[in-house]
């Protein structure tokens, strides 16, 4: 059992939705991203989700684009990225972790180099968007192997045909995409995710947590009212990139925390 997979089964038990906090490693730049790691499960965060900064984010929007190019100009790596996760896990062995990106990086370093040191670092999961199940063999099945879940995301568009194939090799938890585009373009809507949650769920026992367009405490909090929890990012994000504090930015993650938990 992960630490993603205890988390789910704890929160479970209390009866509880979850929350989920996205952070782009290394931005504003590497101690100040730590702090805020360090931060998030005293705010109320159940799972992190730390973005893999990358050249090309084909799925994010401006927000979190900016964030990566924040974090790679301050000589943010795959490898600075294990040790922030490797710093985090010095005072927190519980917290799961999902590392979330582009395959890029984790091939030129090599899949079983990679898995290796992800592992050792306190990886629990990993999220790489531009990896279809077509190409499970390539990371997915590896990944498994080692002790790693493998999350998928599900979106608007994936059918009743193709959601088998989705969920086929997905473990930890099932991610639905609440909108058609990138993060940050639109708005969540309870009424729009309520059924997709309960299509997902009929095929699945996995939890399904949904992220994309959350970013107040009110949505964070119908969202997961129709789901097993909700993800927020771009709205985090932001706030670090406004240079808020990093009290500040952990006082606003805990409203967002508060509302998802309220449900």
Known sequence: MTRIDAKFAALRDQGKKAFVA??????????????????????????????????????????????????????????????LAGAFRETDDTTPIVLMGYYNPIYNRGVDKFLIDAKAAGIDGLIVVDLPPEEDEELCLPAQT??????????????DARLPRVLQNTSGFVYYVS?????????????DVGPEVSRIKSATDLPVIVGFGINTPEKSRAIA???????????????????KPVHDVLDFVKTLADGAHST
């Open 22 to 83: 996205y952070v782009m490693a290394g931005d504003p730049d590497y101690d100040t991203s730590l702090e805020v790691i360090k931060g998030l499960p005293g705010a109320g965060v159940d799972v992190i989700e730390l973005g893999l900064p990358f050249t090309d984010p084909m799925a994010d929007g401006p927000t979190i684009q900016a964030a990566g190019q924040r974090a790679l100009d301050g000589g943010m790596t795959l490898q600075r990225t294990l040790d």
């Open 179 to 191: 909108i058609t585009g990138i993060t940050g373009a639109a708005e969540a809507q309870a009424t």
């Open 146 to 159: 080692a002790g790693l879940n493998f999350i998928r995301l599900a979106t608007p568009t994936t059918d």
């Open 225 to 243: 009212s129709v789901a097993d929890g909700a993800v927020v990012g771009s709205a985090i994000v932001s706030q670090i990139g406004a240079g």
